[in-house]
């Protein structure tokens, strides 16, 4: 089993929908989430960090479940430009340089 | 502007041909690693470094080296580059659990 694992889509979805994405983690010790966007042939870059107690930023939300072991990310009011792939990243230190990534969730937001 | 650069950004070689991509920071981060990008398998770790002087091999670090002579650089060798070695490479640094990407380099070994 992958350490860090998510649904590689691809999610297709028409401009204007609500689209949720989760990132299952394996490591209950894990200390830190983000949320990376990576469009195509370019670096990732960060979208978020993960809160414990949840997160917004404009049309974005990040939640947290450790119970669980997922994260998730959920996109309102999807515009074509949100047209990505969404990693996950999970770190296992406080220092935050012990982390994986997942293998990302391909977003289509189409017209 | 905080940046990481890599050169070069596209290169063709052929098998067994040396190569150095090089790598650049100028955050002052102490934690730099490279990272490969095929489809399929996301992004893989080949090497990192903790500091200056201090480098560790990451999941996939067969036929690659790299040195830290620098904080600021984080150059990546390929000795003898082989067709399996034909990926999408990722320089970053860290921050407190951020990462700052390069914007890449497309290798291809014939």
């Known amino acids: 089993r992958k350490e860090v694992e998510q649904d590689p889509g691809p999610f297709n979805v028409p401009e204007g929908a609500t689209v949720a994405f989760n990132c299952t983690y394996s490591n209950s010790a894990s200390q830190s989430f983000f949320w990376y966007r990576q469009d195509c042939r370019k670096e990732p870059k960060l979208l978020m960090s993960v809160y414990s107690s949840g997160n917004e930023d404009g049309r974005f939300t990040a939640q947290l479940n450790r119970a669980s072991q997922y994260i998730s990310l959920l996109i309102r009011d999807s515009k074509l430009s949100d047209s990505a792939t969404y990693l996950c990243?999970?770190?296992?230190?406080?220092?935050?340089?012990?982390?994986?990534f997942g293998g990302g969730t391909r977003l289509m937001v189409k017209p | 502007e905080a940046q990481v650069t890599q050169n070069p950004r596209y290169l063709i070689t052929v098998t067994g041909k040396k190569l150095t991509v090089t790598c650049s920071q100028n955050m002052n981060h102490e934690y730099m690693s490279w990272y490969r990008q095929d489809p399929g398998l996301g992004l893989r770790q080949i090497y990192y470094s903790m500091n200056v002087e201090v480098t560790d091999k990451g999941d996939v670090p067969e036929g690659y080296k790299v040195s830290r002579k620098e904080k600021r650089n984080f150059p990546l060798i390929l000795e003898s580059p082989s067709p399996n070695q034909t990926s999408l490479y990722f320089c970053a640094s860290l921050d407190r659990g951020r990462q700052y990407f390069g914007p890449g380099t497309r290798l291809t070994v014939l």
């Open positions: 990243v999970v770190t296992f230190n406080n220092a935050g340089n012990m982390l994986t």
